[in-house]
């Protein structure tokens, strides 16, 4: 990667986060720490308005906006063959709201690769187990309840078809043994559980703020898994 596409390339990463430190904008694009300083300096010199906070990284002063970088063919088609992904591995809120951002991003293309794309889509197809049917609209409203830190309610069916009410402050999402799963601590049994989201229904954001403050990474609660993931 030459020097400019990777100027570019970091100031598409710092704009897709709040916060970035050296050493993470080191591994992504393969370089030194000292480098990724030198190039946030030219960066800075040609009128990126960019900032640091300690202890948490670079950023970019809020107001400021990349103008839109066209896509190149593999990127577009690296974006096409998700699409598949997300059919095959994702419930019909989250198929909903890609098929709408993809559909945005290829109307800014070029006719050309407009073609090229509907080629594609024509010829890449899917096939999943039947156990990986994900019939259910809840993933979106978990997303958003995850990043809100906002506690909610819902219906639960175990695995003897029993159905109890719970409220619970959910802090992430895993997809392991075919399924969704969410991990959230539960205020009935005041613990960190692992819910089935197929087996969750009626889901409702309270929009109250979680009542614990020291939730564990959700990376934490992974060892405990019954399967290997």
Same mark, same amino acid.
């Given at each position: 990667?030459?020097?400019?596409?990777?100027?570019?390339?970091?100031?598409?990463?710092?704009?897709?986060?709040? @916060?970035?430190?050296?050493? #993470?904008?080191?591994?992504?694009?393969?370089?030194?720490?000292?480098?990724?300083?030198?190039?946030?300096?030219?960066?800075?010199?040609?009128?990126?308005?960019?900032?640091?906070?300690?202890?948490?990284?670079?950023?970019?002063?809020?107001?400021?906006?990349?103008?839109?970088?066209?896509?190149?063919?593999?990127?577009?088609?690296?974006?096409?063959?998700?699409?598949?992904?997300?059919?095959?591995?994702?419930?019909?809120?989250?198929?909903?709201?890609?098929?709408?951002?993809?559909?945005?991003?290829?109307? #800014?293309?070029?006719?050309?690769?407009?073609?090229?794309?509907?080629?594609?889509?024509?010829?890449?197809?899917?096939?999943?187990?039947? %156990?990986?049917?994900?019939? @259910?609209?809840?993933?979106?409203?978990?997303? %958003? #309840?995850?990043?809100?830190?906002?506690?909610?309610?819902?219906?639960?069916?175990?695995?003897?078809?029993?159905?109890?009410? %719970?409220?619970?402050?959910?802090?992430?999402?895993?997809?392991?043994?075919?399924?969704?799963?969410?991990?959230?601590?539960?205020?009935?049994?005041?613990?960190?559980?692992?819910?089935?989201?197929?087996?969750?229904?009626?889901?409702?954001?309270?929009?109250?703020?979680?009542?614990?403050?020291?939730?564990?990474?959700?990376?934490?609660?992974?060892?405990?898994?019954?399967?290997? @993931?």
């Amino acid at each position: 990667m030459n020097r400019i596409d990777r100027l570019f390339g970091i100031l598409t990463f710092l704009q897709s986060r709040k @916060y970035v430190l050296a050493e #993470t904008i080191a591994e992504k694009f393969n370089i030194s720490v000292r480098t990724v300083y030198r190039d946030l300096k030219a960066l800075g010199e040609s009128g990126i308005p960019l900032s640091f906070e300690p202890n948490r990284g670079y950023f970019i002063v809020q107001g400021y906006f990349l103008p839109p970088i066209s896509l190149s063919t593999e990127e577009a088609n690296a974006l096409l063959l998700t699409e598949s992904l997300v059919y095959g591995f994702t419930d019909k809120s989250i198929q909903k709201h890609y098929s709408n951002a993809l559909n945005k991003i290829k109307a #800014t293309l070029p006719h050309k690769q407009k073609e090229k794309i509907d080629l594609l889509t024509n010829n890449i197809k899917y096939q999943v187990p039947e %156990r990986l049917n994900q019939d @259910y609209e809840h993933l979106s409203i978990l997303q %958003r #309840t995850i990043a809100s830190k906002n506690i909610i309610s819902f219906s639960y069916k175990n695995n003897k078809e029993e159905y109890s009410t %719970r409220q619970a402050e959910p802090i992430g999402l895993i997809f392991y043994a075919f399924g969704w799963h969410l991990i959230a601590w539960c205020h009935k049994r005041n613990q960190y559980r692992d819910f089935n989201v197929s087996r969750m229904s009626q889901i409702q954001d309270t929009y109250q703020a979680f009542k614990k403050t020291d939730h564990i990474e959700v990376s934490e609660y992974m060892p405990q898994l019954p399967v290997k @993931y």
